[in-house]
């Protein structure tokens, strides 16, 4: 089959070519796949890996959607059936996920990192990881849905104290997958969002979607201030940041006192000042999150089913042109989801 392999690292290293159709175990289900978003962590995975156990060739992708091939005894799955992927394959026994978070599972085995991904042909996994959609779903939609709106969803309903109508919150550096779908699941929430980005464009993409405000954090020079005017000099209930070192401090004094703010990456750097003084004076809360639960992930599935959610796609690419996709991706520029069209 082709796939896309990471060979060695490097934008070089990942190498569109013939790979050996993968072979499924005892309780694997096959995928013909159809699509395949990227993600940040992606790029990650080319460029670095670091902490995070694998071995190269590795063929990369971590979230997807396609037709089922091969469907194991027993599972329910039935072959042709549309269906979309759930990326981590936990274990089922450790106290995490037996207490229902297989997002703390200490045997996290997630495609794309831990073992092959899914920017291939044809992808095998444990048949709980694939959940059947119905005949009609859109599978380009559901190939760009899990990693973006499942990371937002619990960010936004499932960590902190959910995001309620009539609040306000502040997504950061909009523009991006898990940033995108915040947008659209606190607006569907009822909550009041504000954005920041570099870009005017995505400010007013975003303000076309139905946020309420933004600040362009290259051309204020105090990204807080202008918030705090949008919010009448309050501060926000809540802010949605995956950038890290280059906001934190900012996100920080947008809040309001008992604010939260919850974080799921640090692309701009890891080690941000803490500001403790203003954490526990103005009691903030501060959340880490990752990835989201099974029961999140049914949650979100059935509001797709219904029609409710749909992923913003920026653009899509060939399989064969998936290191274009990568570059589209590395650059920044998108709004929304980054596709690879396999079927
Ligand atoms: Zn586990």
Redesign the pocket.
């Known amino acids: 089959m082709r796939a896309a392999v990471l060979e060695t690292r490097g934008r070089e290293g990942l190498k569109f070519r013939d790979i050996a159709d993968p072979t499924p175990g005892p309780g694997d289900a096959v995928l013909r796949m159809h699509s395949v978003g990227l993600n940040r962590v992606d790029l990650y995975m080319r460029d670095s890996g670091v902490g995070i156990t694998h071995s190269l060739p590795l063929i990369q992708g971590v979230e997807g959607a396609g037709v089922i091939e091969h469907a194991p005894a027993g599972s329910g799955l039935k072959v042709g059936q549309k269906a979309i992927l759930f990326s981590n394959a936990?274990?089922?026994?450790?106290?995490?996920?037996?207490a229902g978070d297989?997002t703390?599972?200490?045997?996290?085995d997630i495609q794309g990192e831990h073992r092959h991904g899914t920017l291939a042909e044809y992808f095998a996994t444990p048949a709980y990881c694939v959940l059947p959609l119905s005949d009609d779903a859109d599978l380009q939609g559901a190939g760009a849905l899990m990693v973006g709106h499942l990371t937002a969803w619990r960010m936004l309903f499932g960590k902190a104290r959910p995001l309620i109508a009539g609040e306000t919150v502040l997504i950061v550096g909009i523009g991006g997958g898990v940033a995108v779908a915040a947008l659209q699941l606190a607006l569907m929430s009822g909550a009041r969002v504000l954005v920041t980005s570099s870009s005017d464009d995505k400010i007013a993409r975003a303000i076309a979607m139905g946020a309420s405000g933004g600040v362009n954090y290259r051309t204020e020079k105090k990204v807080y201030e202008q918030v705090l005017a949008l919010t009448g000099g309050e501060g926000v209930d809540m802010v949605i940041d995956s950038v890290g070192a280059a906001s934190w401090g900012d996100s920080l004094r947008s809040l309001r006192r008992g604010g939260r703010l919850v974080t799921c990456g640090a692309t701009s750097g890891s080690n941000p000042g803490a500001d403790l003084q203003r954490m526990f004076i103005r009691q903030l809360e501060v959340y880490g999150s990752t990835g989201g639960s099974m029961d999140e992930f049914r949650q979100l599935l059935a509001l797709f089913g219904r029609g409710g959610i749909k992923p913003v796609i920026d653009k899509v690419y060939p399989l064969a042109q998936v290191t274009d996709a990568f570059d589209r991706l590395s650059a920044g520029e998108q709004f929304g989801k980054v596709l690879v069209s396999i079927g």
């Not at 703390?104 to 996290?108: D, N």
């Open positions: 936990f274990c089922g026994k450790c106290r995490y996920c037996l297989q703390l599972c200490t045997k996290a």
